[in-house]
T-cell receptor, first 116, second 118 residues
Framework: KAGVTQTPRYLIKTRGQQVTLSCSPI?????VSWYQQTPGQGLQFLFE???????NKGNFPGRFSGRQFSNSRSEMNVSTLELGDSALYLC???????????????FGPGTRLTVL | AQTVTQSQPEMSVQEAETVTLSCTYDTSESNYYLFWYKQPPSRQMILVIRQEAYKQQNATENRFSVNFQKAAKSFSLKISDSQLGDTAMYFCAFMTPRSNFGNEKLTFGTGTRLTIIP
């Protein structure tokens, strides 16, 4: 079974631009979560989608948004990019079936965003 | 709010030795899950081991085991017979499940960079 995939793997943008990152979860997984990883702040939760609905949201400004499609693929968008948005953005998927197995999140390789 | 603290930014150990990574957390919840994730250099983060707070028995996965002290809110990871492939960042993480389906957010510690020396 293929793992979580994220595209693109690397991205360079300039301040003020916007960017869209994509995440394809493991087949059959319904929950997708997004995290931002930076050297200074570590790993921080952005949001989680389940069945096309945002179920949980972290403490990020409204410039960060996301969505999930009917096939569980998810995108996140960052508008008006700032230098501080430079980070590794990780996507994680989970079955969402309930029970023990739902608690493991499988991570993708991440998208490294550099804002110049 | 839950917090996770990893007080050892970096550690190194000789191959085949045993190493213990520390993690403490703070929560008022009674039902929660604890995880150790491994992030090798330039590679994907993978789950190493997990522990349900309601289980008193410490989780083990081959060479990896935890020492879960619920009252002390401590969750350390022991790696036995360390191997070169264990070199990675290790993150302790916490989650409180609140629903029957879907996932709740993981709260991560700042990580411990572990280097296994040949």
């Amino acid at each position: 079974k293929a793992g979580v995939t994220q595209t693109p793997r690397y991205l360079i943008k300039t301040r003020g631009q916007q960017v869209t990152l994509s995440c394809s979860p493991i087949s059959g997984h319904r929950s997708v979560s997004w995290y931002q990883q930076t050297p200074g702040q570590g790993l921080q939760f952005l949001f989680e989608y389940f069945s096309e609905t945002q179920r949980n949201k972290g403490n990020f400004p409204g410039r960060f948004s996301g969505r999930q499609f009917s096939n569980s693929r998810s995108e996140m968008n960052v508008s008006t990019l700032e230098l501080g948005d430079s980070a590794l953005y990780l996507c994680a998927s989970s079955p969402g079936r309930g029970g023990y197995s739902r608690d493991e999140q499988f991570f993708g390789p991440g998208t490294r965003l550099t804002v110049l | 709010a839950q917090t996770v603290t990893q007080s050892q930014p970096e550690m190194s150990v000789q191959e085949a030795e045993t190493v213990t990574l520390s993690c403490t957390y703070d929560t008022s919840e009674s039902n929660y899950y604890l995880f150790w994730y491994k992030q090798p250099p330039s590679r994907q983060m993978i789950l190493v081991i997990r522990q349900e707070a309601y289980k008193q028995q410490n989780a083990t996965e081959n060479r990896f085991s935890v020492n879960f002290q619920k009252a002390a809110k401590s969750f350390s990871l022991k790696i036995s017979d360390s191997q070169l492939g264990d070199t990675a960042m290790y993150f302790c993480a916490f989650m409180t499940p609140r629903s029957n389906f879907g996932n709740e957010k993981l709260t991560f510690g700042t990580g411990t960079r572990l280097t296994i020396i040949p």
